[in-house]
């Protein structure tokens, strides 16, 4: 069912609980220096809009894992001060190591419409996680509508997502509905030929979304470390590479499946081998069939890197969950990024989930050459495994 969204709502003098995902990288100095304001930026069009709409907006995010209690490490007062600057307006940073009490109540009584106010991280409650009902009412007190608009946690149920979305008339903010439309229309009505990319470390992560797909592509490409359970399944010397031992008859199977739906489920060609997981040691290209016993694999070779080039090229939508190799290192990034660029040139709706993907996508500087890449690691895989995300069910229907 359809979700209601900002267009839905009359947010006049209302005062707007808005959650946003704020839970930026800070940096390790303990100078309140922030390393990478995205996802501040990414809420903008939300605040903006709600700012213009006459709002009194009061926004509510987590930061990093202060343990469910205060730490001064993980206040939200380095962003309130940020927001400021790209609102060009003061940003009421209404705190409390409660995160809600009488004095913050009473701060934000003198909020005006047009106006912004940031309450302190939510996560400085236990309760917080545990979706408390006596925390969410304290918080719904505050407000009288509720927008959701932090995709990176709608796939857990907390007292600041589902809570308040159960207490208060709710909508989705524009982040989170622009990932449920791209990302939803790619899994419902997918413009085709459908092709998956699938890479990462572990083939166990990534089960549910490799099941879900193979009901709906037409063509599935697999990377990365998980590539080795395939390979070793169809009696391929491996070396040692990664290898989910406990895996491999899974992997056999979903390979049969494959065959049987007619999906097209192409497995590296090639691959670069070293000793070990480290940078500037000597590295060569085999066939894949060609790994020695004491050698890793680390990255997908040039071969497989065109092979997936050229599945990609005339795809009308692309998923790709999942690095390619160990793109963290220069020596191993390269079938990473020739993916990146693949996605960049496909004239077809691209899509990329997952945190290791997205930051290899940014590190490749094709961000803004792909349709949609998700804000939400977890999130964005528990969608990709066609799961209900509580965050996004607890909104109200349209
Ligand atoms: P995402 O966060 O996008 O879902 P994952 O967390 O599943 O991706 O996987 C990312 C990790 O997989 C990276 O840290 C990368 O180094 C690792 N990886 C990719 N290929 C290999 C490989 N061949 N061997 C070992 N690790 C790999
Ligand atoms: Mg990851």
């Not at 990473?336 to 691209?350: D, H, N, Q, R």
Request: aromatic share 6%; proline share 4%; hydrophobic share 45%.
């Amino acid at each position: 069912m359809a979700k209601k969204t900002l267009d839905d709502m009359n947010f006049k003098n209302q005062r707007v609980l808005v959650r946003v995902d704020f839970n930026v990288p800070m940096a390790k100095d303990g100078s309140g220096k922030i390393m990478d304001d995205a996802r501040i930026r990414a809420a903008l069009p939300t605040i903006n809009y709600l700012m213009d709409q006459g709002a009194k907006v009061i926004l509510l995010s987590h930061l990093g894992r202060p343990k469910g209690e205060p730490s001064e490490a993980f206040s939200l007062a380095p962003v309130a001060s940020h927001l400021s600057s790209l609102l060009g307006q003061e940003v009421l940073f209404a705190a409390s190591d409660r995160v809600v009490d009488d004095e913050v109540a009473k701060k934000l009584a003198g909020l005006e419409a047009g106006h912004v106010a940031l309450l302190q991280n939510t996560r400085f409650r236990a309760e917080e996680k545990k979706n408390d009902p006596d925390f969410a009412k304290d918080l719904a007190a505050l407000g009288d509508l509720f927008v959701n608009d932090a995709f990176g946690t709608c796939h857990r149920a907390h007292a600041s997502n589902v809570g308040l979305a159960s207490l208060l008339p709710s909508c989705l903010g524009r982040l989170v509905q622009k990932e449920v439309e791209v990302m939803g229309k790619a899994l419902d009505n997918p413009a085709r030929p459908f092709v998956a990319i699938l890479g990462g470390a572990k083939v166990s992560d990534k089960i549910g979304v490799i099941e879900n797909l193979l009901d709906k592509v037409d063509t599935i490409l697999i990377g990365g470390g998980m590539a080795y359970t395939f390979l070793k399944s169809q009696g391929l010397e491996i070396g040692t590479s990664l290898l989910e031992e406990d895996k491999i008859d899974l992997a056999r199977d979903l390979l049969k499946q494959a065959r049987e739906k007619g999906v097209q489920f192409l497995l590296p060609l090639d691959g670069v081998i070293a000793d070990q997981v480290a940078e500037g040691q000597e590295t060569k290209v085999v066939k894949i069939d060609q790994i020695p016993s004491d050698k890793m694999s680390l990255d997908i070779g040039p071969e497989t890197a065109k092979l997936f080039a050229e599945a990609v090229k005339d795809a009308g939508t692309v998923v790709w969950n999942g690095p390619m190799g160990v793109f963290e290192m220069e020596d191993f990034a390269q079938g990473t990024f020739a993916v990146a660029k693949a996605l960049a040139e496909c004239p077809g709706v691209t899509i990329v989930g997952g945190g290791d993907s997205a930051s290899a996508v940014e590190k490749a500087g094709y961000k803004d050459k792909i349709t949609h890449v998700s804000t939400g690691g977890g999130a964005s895989l528990e969608f990709l495994e066609g799961k209900v995300l509580p965050g996004i069910a607890a909104i109200s229907d349209r």
